[in-house]
Every structure is written in C-alpha cells, then in structure tokens.
C-alpha cells in the first residue's frame, strides 16, 4: 500500500493534480489496480498515459519505480519539459533539422544498435494532438526483435503548420513537407537505411499527412499505413505503385469515415497496383489508432513490402 501511495503522489505532482483535494489522489492510488507498484496504460487511461509515455523508456507499456522517479524529476524541474516530437519515449533522442526554406523541424529518432545490414525505416505522423502509437509501438523491444527497424517521428504544431497543404481543416496552415522530406532524406543518408523499404504510417492529421505525402512522392516509400485520414479522391491515380493499407472507425465524428472509404473506392476505380488493403473498426470512433497500430497482422504485411527499382 506505501508503494501505491508513493506512486500516487508523483503522478499527482507530475500531473498537476498536486493542489487538487484528497479525493482526488484516492482515485490515482487506486489506478494500480494489480497493485504491482507499476503502471501500465490500462491502469492510467489514455489520457494519463499521453502524457507520462516519454518516461517509458524501455517501450514496455509500464511505468516502473524508476521510469515514475524520471517523471517526478521532471515535475520538480523549471517549467514544463517540453514533449518529445510524436509523443515519443525516452528510447528516441530528439533532433532537429533546418530546410533549405528556412524552416526548423524537430523529430524524434530511435536506430537500433548497429546492424549488419541496411534497416528499413518508418516514419510516424502525429495528430493533431501530438501523439503518434505508432513509433512507441514499433521501437518497443518485442517489435524490435521481430522487426528491427529505424523509427523517425517528427513534429508540427497542427495549427498554423500542418503536415501537408490540405482542405480539410486549418486549410490556411502552412504545410511542413518541404523541410520534412529533406529531413527525411538527412536521416536516411547518416542512417544509411534501407532505400528500399521506407514506410510512413499517420493517425488522423497524421493520417491525412501520409495520403497528402504519398500522393506527392509516390516514387519514395514502399507502403503506407494511413489510420482515420482523408484526401482528395482525384489524386488516387498519383498513389500508383504504393502498397497502401488504410483503418478507419466506423463511429469516427472527428474524421468522417468516408474519408478512407473514399479514397479506397478511388484508388480501386483507378486500378492502382497493388489493389489496396482496407479495415474498418465497427463501433469505433476516432481512436482507431488503438486497434489499427495492436493488428499484428499489420507488421507483418509492412516489412516485407519492398520498393522495387525501375
């Protein structure tokens, strides 16, 4: 019981909950329900974990006594730390990289310990909250060991910036592709990844940064995974030669469903090859990274497409 009321308490602080009344605490000590003195994502809720993930440095989904030590560290500290792009935890380290347009991107990386050969490189498009799955689940150590890849997830402020020039929203915002493909292409260079198998994957603005991404560089990436995207369904015939396999809930009142359904009616009519992959999660809303980034069956159809050079 100390150990959960220890627990408590730092996320309190790290929370700012440190202010609000003892009821309050009560329900965070209650959150480590296996009373195991970890917590997991489960235990936290969504909400919670959004926010303590960069602490979860080994990508276990739990937060052990030393990882919840970092994050009261960081509570103490001056100010706010500022996130890591994406959401990312602390197995990333966060660069940054200035566009010949003048423009600074921030990213988070994450590269395996050196490999004999080339690795195949994701990179994982926030949305419009700031937080990518995707590079935590794929930098986890189970994922490394099935699929030992390099992971880039970098950041825009989903406001007056935004992945890509879209009409869906914030259409005024200024798109960040530029320096983000030159980005892209520094990383690949100083990682020397596999320049056959680059992947970009995107939840909701994400999502609509990977279809925005893909229908302009069509020739760069091996597959793409866009998760409760949107695009214009007249620039299908410009995804040709991309494998693309695409999620979306049903119940989505964020991203309207048609979205993906769309855009798969459009590449199919267009015949693009591949014939594109497509899942609709029934019941679900706007969250349908969740059940879109734990389909095993995902990585496995991604790893093994492979760019094939003219």
Same mark, same amino acid.
């Given at each position: 019981? +100390?150990?959960?009321?220890? &627990?408590? &308490?730092?996320?309190?602080?790290?929370?700012?909950?440190?202010?609000?009344?003892?009821?309050? $605490?009560?329900?965070?000590?209650?959150?480590?329900? $296996?009373?195991?003195?970890? /917590?997991?994502?489960?235990?936290?809720?969504?909400?919670?974990?959004?926010?303590?993930?960069? @602490?979860?440095?080994?990508?276990?989904? /739990? &937060?052990?006594?030393?990882?919840?030590?970092?994050?009261?560290?960081?509570?103490?500290?001056?100010?706010?730390?500022?996130? #890591?792009?994406?959401?990312?935890?602390?197995?990333?380290?966060? #660069?940054?990289?200035?566009?010949?347009? !003048?423009?600074? *991107? #921030?990213?988070? &990386?994450?590269?395996?310990?050196?490999?004999?050969?080339?690795?195949?490189?994701?990179?994982?498009?926030? !949305?419009?909250?700031? $937080?990518?799955? %995707?590079?935590?689940?794929?930098?986890?150590?189970?994922? @490394?060991?099935?699929?030992?890849?390099?992971?880039?997830?970098?950041?825009?402020?989903?406001?007056?910036?935004?992945?890509?020039? =879209?009409?869906? #929203?914030?259409?005024?915002?200024?798109?960040?592709?530029?320096?983000?493909?030159?980005?892209?292409?520094?990383?690949?260079?100083?990682?020397?990844?596999?320049?056959?198998?680059?992947?970009?994957?995107?939840? =909701?603005?994400?999502? *609509? !940064?990977?279809?925005?991404?893909?229908? =302009?560089?069509?020739?760069?990436?091996?597959?793409?995974?866009?998760?409760?995207?949107?695009?214009?369904?007249?620039?299908?015939?410009?995804? $040709?030669?991309?494998? *693309?396999?695409?999620?979306?809930?049903?119940?989505?009142?964020?991203?309207?469903?048609?979205?993906?359904?769309?855009?798969?009616? %459009? /590449?199919? +009519?267009?015949?693009?090859?591949?014939?594109?992959?497509?899942?609709?999660?029934?019941?679900?809303?706007? !969250?349908?990274?969740?059940?879109?980034?734990?389909?095993?069956?995902?990585?496995?159809?991604?790893?093994?497409?492979?760019?094939?050079?003219?």
């Amino acid at each position: 019981m +100390k150990t959960c009321l220890t &627990l408590a &308490l730092v996320l309190a602080a790290a929370f700012g909950f440190a202010q609000e009344k003892p009821g309050k $605490n009560d329900r965070l000590i209650s959150k480590d329900s $296996n009373k195991d003195g970890k /917590l997991s994502k489960e235990e936290l809720g969504e909400q919670f974990w959004q926010r303590a993930a960069g @602490q979860d440095a080994n990508g276990d989904g /739990l &937060l052990d006594a030393q990882e919840i030590a970092a994050l009261q560290s960081k509570a103490r500290g001056k100010g706010t730390p500022q996130a #890591r792009p994406g959401g990312a935890n602390a197995a990333f380290t966060v #660069r940054e990289f200035k566009g010949s347009n !003048g423009h600074t *991107i #921030r990213y988070s &990386l994450f590269v395996p310990e050196k490999s004999e050969t080339p690795l195949p490189l994701v990179l994982c498009l926030h !949305g419009a909250g700031g $937080n990518t799955t %995707a590079a935590n689940v794929l930098a986890a150590p189970e994922m @490394q060991q099935k699929h030992a890849c390099i992971v880039m997830a970098p950041a825009c402020d989903g406001k007056s910036t935004r992945w890509v020039a =879209s009409t869906f #929203r914030y259409s005024d915002a200024r798109p960040v592709m530029p320096e983000l493909m030159e980005a892209l292409e520094a990383v690949i260079t100083e990682t020397k990844a596999d320049r056959t198998r680059l992947y970009i994957t995107g939840q =909701s603005m994400g999502g *609509i !940064g990977s279809w925005g991404i893909i229908a =302009s560089h069509a020739d760069k990436f091996a597959a793409a995974v866009p998760v409760c995207g949107i695009w214009e369904p007249s620039d299908a015939p410009k995804m $040709n030669g991309v494998p *693309i396999w695409a999620f979306h809930g049903a119940d989505d009142k964020t991203v309207p469903v048609s979205g993906s359904r769309d855009m798969i009616a %459009a /590449l199919k +009519k267009a015949e693009v090859k591949p014939e594109p992959k497509y899942t609709e999660f029934p019941g679900v809303g706007h !969250g349908s990274w969740e059940p879109a980034y734990q389909t095993a069956e995902l990585w496995e159809w991604l790893f093994v497409q492979k760019k094939i050079k003219p």
